[in-house]
């Protein structure tokens, strides 16, 4: 026999489901007041909205200038537009070095369309980065990106880039890592390694601006495109951030890269080795007594000359017992330690094997 409930317990119950419901009710109203426009949109678009809204209002429009005269009176370079991610709130602003190298000062315009002068704080050309500083009025607040994990991403994840292309300020643009531990050699002869590649559409004005993961934290700067155009052609090149989160705090501690340096320049010296072909001053390589190719006088009926004896070069075969030949292996091997340390190169000396103790410097490569 079944036990009849209380009219007054069933009251009670009653009204304890209205109130659940009315309070799951009321919060969906509450979510769906706040993202209104992300109800019925497919997963990506959602995040494609998501990143944006988090992220745009600290990306920057950054304008190299000529002289101070020009930047009071908000005279700007046409083609020098670039762009930058504010990751300090104090106003520090991670660019590339390529986009203010050659000014002394720029002026940044931030999304609401406030502009106020940088000051470039430090520069990096091997690195292509640079910090670039604001100061803005009491009480405004600056939007942040935070920086994440290059090296947690992979070929195939899916990135954003967020730029001022040809000076449409703060463009959306998505895609994927096409690949990564690109090198290229830059106008300048330096080689960039490292590099992170995404087909994620990247144009003149996208340099220094960030690539981002679906969190929206940079993993990458995006700093050149390859195509025969100069225009975007679906490659494009960032400066992974986990290099740049090393590189940063000494650009704004001490202006540049604090770099350790052999002091020498190198050229194949044949199928094993690399010959030294320039011995700096006063740098590492000098003050441990390594050689570089000597001058030699002839005079043949009162009539001098001089000429390059390379055959009196030192031939390093290799570092630390590690045999390089090629500048990039040797370099790249150098600039993993730190100034002050010490590294033994492997040499040829009028045919005799050696092991040169090198104590590295500071080098100077802005």
């Known amino acids: ?77 046409t083609t020098g537009f670039g762009s930058g991610s504010i990751i300090r709130a104090d106003g520090h602003i991670l660019t590339n070095n390529h986009v203010i190298e050659n000014s002394k000062h720029v002026k940044v315009t931030l999304f609401d369309g406030s502009s106020y002068p940088g000051t470039v704080v430090g520069l990096d050309p091997i690195s292509d980065l640079a910090i670039v500083k604001i100061n803005v009025e009491p009480g405004k607040t600056l939007t942040t990106i935070p920086f994440g994990d290059s090296n ?43 590099l992170i590649q995404t087909d994620a559409a990247i144009n003149r004005g996208n340099s220094g601006g ?42 704004i501690e001490h202006g540049r890269v604090l770099r350790p340096d052999l002091g020498l320049d190198v050229v194949p010296a044949g199928e094993v080795g690399l010959r030294i072909s320039r011995v700096s001053k006063g740098g590492a390589a000098e003050k441990a007594g390594l050689i570089g190719p000597k001058t030699v006088l002839f005079n043949w009926s009162g009539i001098e000359w001089r000429q390059m004896d390379w055959n009196a070069a030192d031939i390093i075969l290799a570092v630390d017992e590690k045999p390089v030949n090629s500048a990039d292996a040797l370099l790249s091997y ?33």
Do not use: C, H
């Open 210 to 251: 960030p690539l981002l993961d679906t969190l929206g934290r940079i993993i990458g700067i995006n700093t050149m495109i390859i195509g025969p155009s100069g225009q975007w052609s679906g490659i494009g090149l960032a400066v992974p951030v986990n290099l740049a989160k090393n590189i940063v705090p000494q650009l």
């Open 334 to 366: 150098v600039e993993s330690k730190k100034p002050n340390q010490v590294v033994t190169l492997t040499i040829i000396r009028a045919q005799r094997v050696l092991k040169i103790p090198v104590k590295l410097t500071v080098g100077n490569f802005n």
């Open 152 to 194: 947690a991403m992979e070929v195939g994840r899916r990135v954003l880039a967020i730029g001022n292309p040809f000076g449409f300020d703060r463009t959306l643009t998505s895609g994927i890592i096409s690949a990564q531990g690109r090198a290229i050699t830059t106008e300048s002869g330096r080689m960039m390694k490292g």
């Open 1 to 77: 026999m079944k036990k009849m409930m209380p009219s007054s317990v069933k009251s009670l119950v009653l009204a304890l489901m209205l109130i659940l419901v009315s309070s799951s009710a009321s919060k969906a109203q509450t979510r769906a007041a706040t993202l209104p426009s992300l109800v019925g949109l497919t997963p990506d678009e959602a995040v494609n909205i998501k990143v944006y809204r988090a992220t745009n209002k600290g990306v920057v429009n950054i304008a190299p200038v000529t002289t101070a005269e020009d930047l009071m009176m908000e005279t700007v370079s």
